[in-house]
């Protein structure tokens, strides 16, 4: 049974930084790419970060390059998401995902991050 479990999120000042984690079960994770996603209030899902399996090659949304950092952790079948700077507009419900096949999309529940003074 596959399993994605999001954790770290909270209220934070703007400029401050949070860390999300994702453990993972049920699959061979270190094959797998994984990925955040985030849905600010009102707003479609949009793609974070994703970052490959064996090679760790990383891919950011413009919005947030330089800003944060997606890792992953084989030996844990954890995949990290580091946010540092953070603005109001990082607003949002974060999730992890993975993709099995071309047609299984595995979702974590998401984690409330709040960036507010």
């Known amino acids: 049974q596959v399993q994605l479990v999001e954790s770290g999120g909270g209220l934070v000042q703007p400029g401050g930084s949070l860390r999300l984690s994702c453990a993972t079960s049920?699959?061979?994770?270190?094959?797998?790419?994984m990925s955040w996603y985030r849905q600010p209030p009102g707003k479609e899902r949009e793609s974070v970060a994703d970052i490959s399996g064996f090679d760790g090659i990383t891919n950011y949304a413009d919005s947030v390059k330089v800003r944060f950092t997606i890792s992953r952790d084989n030996t844990k079948n954890t995949v990290y998401l580091q946010m540092n700077s953070l603005k109001p507009e990082d607003t949002a419900v974060y999730y992890c995902?993975?993709?099995?096949?071309?047609?299984?999309?595995?979702w974590g529940q998401g984690t409330q991050v709040t960036v507010s003074s």
């Open positions: 995902k993975v993709k099995l096949s071309r047609s299984s999309d595995y």
């Open positions: 049920g699959f061979t994770f270190s094959t797998y790419a």
